[in-house]
């Protein structure tokens, strides 16, 4: 009697086994291979999702494939790994389970893609390479159709606009820190219908930003290249667009008067390029920003009024650029900021009644008109500045201190020279008494 219980236990889980195998097997992609979506015809596609319970092992196709990239596969490559070199998802098919995710970390010499074995894993929907320095190869058309996302961080030598472009069914596009032979990003972003993040950063891209972008875009991310141009008007229709990053282009002529049009906007950053003209009105519009960079432009006139009603902004630089006329800020509206950047801007100047002569902004105060009273400061004189300004406030001019100290000295020498005469002469009248 005392062998019922554990041979009860079995029995029960082998029919818990048997049951989700027959009800996973209809879904097996050995049975029915996903077939890439038509980007012109089909919805958006959705990343399959992983399932953990699954006890199945890997397809012994992908395993060896996995192998003849030199990549250490562990005993159970869809288990977490406690290395940092790989890590990857699976499925849930029986009777053997496929890849969803492979991330390649930290590769070493000895890593070498292969069209043949890449042709094994067409079954993932995400592709990722982090510090991986190895050349490309052609991906096989069922795998780049099936990606949903690619990654590549300081990784894969060689790699073309071309190359990136045959990618079309991605949701999400992260390059950077990885050159890219292009002529400019249109030629990888135009078939990408699908697309709701891409991120082209320090990616050696040159050329104009694209005329046309897909509605769906959230994220924007161009940040770090050689674009040159103006801004379209067609980036301000992404009525969904949460984050654009184009700082550190080359990018010219004005701020588009549509920018407050980006209705979802939280960061705009457009530091580091050569725009001009005022900021426009139409960014008041933009109630939830929270990150606005503006800095190292050549943008004139003065800071509008409307940016300290901005209530959700924490982030503000408006440095190195060309505006003048008094900071329209008060202390309460600098107070919750926690970055605020002014400075470099010759012509502007602060309100030091409203603000407090205390305040470090890297701009002057202003005098009665609305001047500058004095260029800011340098850091290293900052006390010998602030030591000279206090004397001119108790002396004034530096002319009259040395009309008012000559007299002094010239009255005290001459009484000086007469007693030291005076002196002289009595010395002299009593020696000649003692010599008599």
Known sequence: MSLYPPLLSIFLLLSSTVSATAATAADSPLSSPPSAPSPSTSPAPKLPTPSPASTSPLDPRQVTALDSLNIPTPKDPCAPQPHLSFAATCDSSSPFRNLLSLSLFNCSGDVALSSDALKSLSTLTSLSFLNCPIPVVRLPTELALNLRSFSCINSLKKLTGVWLSRLENVTELTVAKSSVTASGPSIILNNMRFLHSVTLSHANLSGFLPKHWHPNLTFVDLSGN?????????LTRLENLVHLNLSSNSLADTIPSTIGDLSALQNLSLGS?????????SL????????LDLGSNQLNGTIPNFIRDMTSLKYLNLERNNFHGVLP??????????????????????????????????????????????????????????????DEEDYGDSGDKKHHHGPSKIVLGVAIGLSSIVFLIVFLILLSRCCK
């Open 329 to 390: 800020f008060n202390a309460t509206f600098i107070q919750k900021l926690e970055v605020l950047k002014v400075g470099e801007n010759s012509n502007l100047c602060y309100n030091h009644s409203t603000l407090g002569s205390k305040m470090k902004l890297g701009i002057a105060p202003c005098d009665k008109h609305g001047l500058p009273v004095s260029p800011p400061p340098a850091k290293d004189s900052q006390s010998d500045s602030s030591s000279d300004n206090s």
């Open 226 to 234: 050689s674009l040159k141009g103006e801004i379209p008007l067609s």
């Open 273 to 281: 390029n050569s725009l001009s003209g005022p900021i426009p009105e």
């Open 284 to 291: 008041s519009e933009l109630s939830g920003l929270t990150h």
